[in-house]
């Protein structure tokens, strides 16, 4: 039954199968590519480069979803990006600092009892910020179920209680969008003190040694954390394109269009943009905790309120209310920007000047995207549309 | 001419007078030293101090050199006739010898004619006394001063003589209440009459200066201990119970209250430590931690177990106790006292802490008057934190106020509102680098940055905003991207090292109204700044013809218009306006702040908060918003000083709660102007 409704919705969107082809043939091209499992032409950073893009699509589906069809320009969503990584994070440290005291420890005449077990883990991941006690907040971390439920419920909690309160008292528009951005930066903040338990401006690193995975080589991790990417962008690209095409997508949008007018119709508007707040939380969430791990190191400064408006930047480049162009918006954008600032480009010698591009790409970013929403408000999406009628 | 004659006259015959007067001191000085060469020769504790008297009695000039050449073993004598000189050499040979009184030469000796006065340690301690007086006595009103100054850093018994024997001879009015004061110190710190000390002491209620604060510290130091019963003869100035009660800053102790505590008062000795005490005193064996149990354990493996348990077994606290046992019934290690019989013992001892001081009468007046010090000190701190917060309050303010032009009248979100405040600071710094007076600088750079900015704002109106009004969104993105690229700009152009914006001189230091309470220049022309903003835009608002147009398009642009304003012109002068005013705020920014590419970015947020919980469209708004953050800012920094992050923290989420409950801000437009 279940199957035949879906297979009735891919047959009315076939955009959706040609997405999920596209991406399932850039999927296996890179793993025969890679060095992992094919020839070695793509490089094990190239994949971790590419992993961590597709990561960034995620959470631009989840932007746009939130901002295209719901009209909240969250400043938050990568907040929630970041607390997702931190969760998963708090697991992958401790578990290989376990393994690693237990390891130190084999040899020792007596075995270690628990405290003295937690007491060594805690000097190893704490002595940084002059700490050897284990934060309340680490509470369940060696538990990799647990955490990888705190990855869902704390933004999605924390969505819930901020988005509940904004709705409730009607802040809508640029005030939500500051209100977003200043919970952005009270959470970046927070975590930058040293006492927040999670280890200050530190921030938590080595996530990609996988525990008890040491033998494994990087090349074989990036590549499964690639498919995992590709695989989770697939299954949340089907479901943002289940909720924008279902009557749920046309309220959401008429919400959008017109807010009073919804509310005047009988509407529960609050319960809506609830909804939406908090499941693109939940999928901002997953995409960080998907994106850290290949990134290897997550600090508070990945948090910081700009990291959200890069967000925004990537969606309206692509194109809003469009989900593939959120996509290539992001991968566009991100590898441009990894293009640009890597070096790959030459500089320009003007003689008199010489444009270093490391230099010169955000102000071209900047001047770009105030291009792009003077002129192509509807972003390079909008352009592939514009394609097609013609 | 005759006139001038005169007073060359007046002048000869004042300094021969002069040098009549000295050379009457100066034979004095001698006859004093032929009286007692002898004494000053082998000079002791117990003979010393007549001298000294005669000496300082000559009032000679060249006195207090003698003295200090004589403590510091530079005084030799001739052994022929026992005159007393100063010696100069180069090779340690042969001596120039120099006169005391006049410093005159004497001819060059071999060594062995003459010889060094070596005085005892307490001559020396005598003739340093001496010397303080004589430069507590000196002519010079800063000398004076000075020594007074040094005397307070580092006070000594001997020093109250000599600042009594001072304070008769003091003339200045000013320092006499000085030199009053720090007798007033020294007689509560070494005085041997208790009632000259409480005296001392009970004139100093109320005062607040750090040095009386220490003083009174000091005099109420206590020091822990610990015995079977409470000793009689000692100055007790609390029993400690452990773990149950702290200690109020005046030395006296408090009972905490369990769970009515606010969790900030701590006992001041923990059962452990009282437990240590005791294990100090000799009153109770020592524990045996942890880590020492587990050397003991290891240390007795025998085949992998210890007495009957399996090594792999002691894996928790628990196992590792019964092990433990075990060895201590086997006599392989010693028993330690259980919690309960530690517990016991602690029970049975009692906990004191006791007064360095030994009159009990001194250390209860002190404690009065520092209570009632603290108390002034409380209240003071107070009003520090009230200055803070002003100054605090109108560094927001005027970082936000272009916001409140551009964000609060006209509704339009400007992201790069922080990088107008950046090019204000650097068009003040560069203007520095042009004109190198710091006043001249700043008297420029008001102008230049409010120029620099307000063309800025305006190109920025005509190529950007004007496209995008009524799509706030769109607005915020794109001047989002401006923000960028400016930034990026800033960084290219100047670096990202933080340039200096230097303040002219009079705007350095800072206004210290009493040892408490004090605020810096810069911060009082910051206020000062602010509120001329304020007035000055009040103003352009509601009394010219500018403001009276610019409420008009942003209320209804079409009907504006028909009456006959440009809307276009009057909107890209107040966007100008707006940003120009960011730049003034800028310069004034960059005067205590880092001048860096980021500068924009640490105010951005905040004054957007402003704009917002004050209520927008409305500068009074703005206002009341800036006071509010600012004062709750320090509010919050004062209960946990160590963390400007979290004051941050707890800040915004304060806002996002008040949000709640005032949507529109604390003062909010009513009418037709709310639904614009």
């Not at chain 1, 709705?167 to 969008?177: A, E, P, Q, W």
């Not at chain 2, 005084?75 to 005391?100: C, G, H, I, P, Q």
Request: glycine letters at 8%.
């Amino acid at each position: 039954m279940q199957d035949a409704v879906l297979t009735k919705f891919l047959l009315r969107h076939p955009s959706v199968l040609v997405f999920l082809g596209m991406l399932a043939v850039f999927t296996i091209g890179v793993t025969v590519l890679s060095e992992g499992f094919g020839i070695g032409v793509v490089s094990t950073s190239l994949v971790k480069t590419l992993g961590k893009t597709l990561c960034l699509a995620l959470a631009a589906i989840a932007m746009d979803l939130v901002w295209g069809y719901c009209g909240i320009l969250s400043l938050g969503h990568f907040a929630f990006f970041g607390l997702g990584g931190y969760m998963i994070g708090m697991w992958l440290m401790y578990a290989r600092t376990e393994l690693i005291v237990l390891k130190a420890n084999a040899a020792a005449a007596l075995p270690l009892t628990p405290q003295e077990l937690s007491d060594a883990i805690g000097v190893q991941i704490f002595g940084v910020v002059g700490g050897s006690e284990f934060p309340a907040i680490w509470a369940f971390s060696d538990s990799f179920i647990l955490q990888l439920l705190l990855v869902v419920l704390v933004p999605g909690i924390l969505a819930l209680v901020f988005g509940w309160l904004a709705f409730r008292s009607r802040v809508t528009g640029v005030y939500l969008s500051i209100l977003t951005q200043a919970m952005t930066l009270a959470l970046a903040l927070y975590l930058f003190q040293n006492d927040s338990g999670l280890r200050g401006n530190n921030g938590l690193s080595g996530l990609q040694n996988l525990p008890g995975l040491e033998e494994t080589s990087q090349a074989d991790v990036s590549l499964w954390f690639f498919w995992g990417s590709a695989f989770a962008l697939g299954v949340c690209y089907v479901i943002a394109k289940l909720i924008v095409e279902s009557k749920l997508g046309n309220v959401i949008r008429a919400i959008r269009d017109d807010e009073s007018r919804v509310r005047f119709l009988g509407y529960n508007v609050e319960g809506y943009k609830l909804f939406v707040f908090v499941i693109t939380a939940i999928m901002a969430a997953i995409a960080g905790a998907i994106y850290y791990p290949q990134a290897g190191i997550i600090n508070p400064a990945e948090l910081a309120p700009i990291a959200s408006i890069y967000l925004a930047v990537w969606v309206a480049i692509g194109g809003r209310g469009c989900l593939y162009g959120a996509v290539i918006g992001a991968i566009f954008v991100s590898l441009l920007s990894s293009f640009f600032t890597g070096g790959q480009i030459p500089n320009i010698s003007l003689g008199f000047y010489t444009i270093q591009w490391v230099d010169w790409w955000l102000v071209l970013l900047g001047l770009s995207f105030v291009l792009a929403t003077l002129y192509a408000p509807k972003g390079l999406g909008g352009l592939v549309d514009k394609f097609k009628k013609a | 001419m005759r006139f001038l004659l005169t007073i060359i006259m007046s002048v000869m015959l004042a300094v021969m007078s002069l040098s009549a007067t000295t050379a009457q001191e100066a034979d004095a000085f001698r006859q004093v030293l032929s009286d007692n060469y002898k004494l000053i020769q082998r000079s002791s504790t117990k003979t010393v101090s007549p001298v000294l008297e005669a000496i300082q009695n000559t009032n000679f000039q060249g006195a207090a050199e003698f003295l200090d050449k004589w403590q510091e073993k530079e005084l030799w004598f001739r052994k022929s006739d026992n005159a007393f000189v100063y010696v100069e050499t180069d090779d340690k040979k042969t001596y120039r010898l120099l006169d005391v009184v006049d410093g005159t030469g004497l001819g060059e000796v071999p060594k062995k004619e003459i010889k060094q006065i070596k005085p005892n340690s307490g001559v020396r301690g005598l003739l340093a006394a001496r010397l303080v007086q004589f430069q507590l006595t000196d002519p010079d009103v800063e000398v004076r001063r000075k020594s007074l100054e040094s005397i307070n850093r580092d006070p000594k018994l001997e020093h109250l003589e000599a600042l009594r024997i001072a304070i008769e001879k003091e003339t200045d009015a000013g320092l006499l209440a000085e030199f009053a004061r720090i007798e007033r110190i020294l007689t509560i710190k070494f005085d041997e009459d208790p009632a000259a000390r409480i005296e001392a002491l009970n004139s100093f209620s109320g005062a607040l200066s750090i040095d009386v604060r220490a003083s009174l510290n000091l005099l109420l130091t206590t020091k822990l201990a610990v015995a079977k019963t409470l000793p009689e003869d000692i100055n007790i100035a609390r029993v400690i119970v452990p773990d149950q009660t702290g200690v109020n800053p005046d030395g006296s102790a408090f009972r905490l209250h369990g769970l009515l505590d606010m969790g900030g008062d701590q006992t001041e000795l923990t059962r452990d430590a009282a437990y240590d005490m005791l294990v100090k005193a000799n009153l109770a064996p020592a524990t045996i931690d942890p880590a020492a149990r587990k050397e003991i354990l290891i240390a007795n493996i025998e085949d992998g177990k210890i007495g009957k348990l399996n090594v792999s077994e002691l894996d928790s606290d628990e196992a590792r106790d019964s092990a433990y046992s075990d060895l201590v019934l086997l006599g392989k290690a010693e028993a330690f006292l259980t919690e309960d019989e530690q517990d016991q013992l602690i029970s049975e001892h009692i906990f004191y802490a006791s007064y360095v001081e030994t009159n009990q009468e001194v250390t209860d007046v002190a404690r009065e008057v520092l209570n009632d010090i603290n108390a002034s000190v409380t209240l003071n701190q107070f009003f520090d934190l009230a200055l803070d917060g002003i100054s605090l309050a109108s560094i927001y303010f005027l970082a936000a106020i272009g916001l409140a032009i551009t964000f609060g009248v006209m509704r339009v979100i400007n992201m790069a509102h922080g990088e107008f405040i950046m090019m204000g600071a650097y068009s003040g710094y560069v203007v520095q680098q042009i004109v190198p007076n710091y006043t001249i600088s700043i008297i420029i750079g008001i102008p230049v940055a409010f120029m620099v900015t307000f063309a800025a704002g305006v190109l920025m109106e005509r190529l950007v905003i004007r496209h995008l009004y009524n799509r706030p969104l769109e607005t915020l993105l794109a001047t989002f991207g401006i923000s960028i690229a400016l930034q990026q700009l800033a960084k290219n152009i100047f670096g990202t090292q933080a340039r200096p914006l230097t303040a002219p001189d009079w705007l350095d230091g800072a206004w210290v109204i009493n040892d408490v309470v004090s605020i810096s220049w810069i911060r009082i022309a910051i206020f000062v700044l602010g509120i001329l903003f304020f007035c000055m835009i009040l103003f352009v608002l509601n009394k010219t013809r500018l403001g009276l147009e610019t409420r008009a398009v942003t209320q209804n642009p079409r009907m504006a218009a028909s009456m006959g304003i440009d809307p276009d012109k009057i909107n890209m002068l107040t966007f100008g306006l707006g940003c120009g005013i960011a730049g003034i705020a800028g310069v004034a920014i960059g005067l205590f702040a880092k001048v860096t590419s980021e500068l924009g970015n640490d105010y951005i947020v905040q004054s957007f908060m402003t704009v917002v919980v004050g209520g927008v469209g409305n500068i009074w708004g703005t206002l009341a918003g800036a006071t509010m953050i600012g004062f709750l800012q320090k509010i919050i920094e004062y209960f946990n000083p160590s963390n400007t992050l979290a004051a941050q923290t707890y800040m915004i989420i304060f806002i996002i709660i008040f949000i709640q409950f005032r949507p529109r801000g604390l003062i909010a437009l009513k009418g037709r102007a709310a639904e614009a």
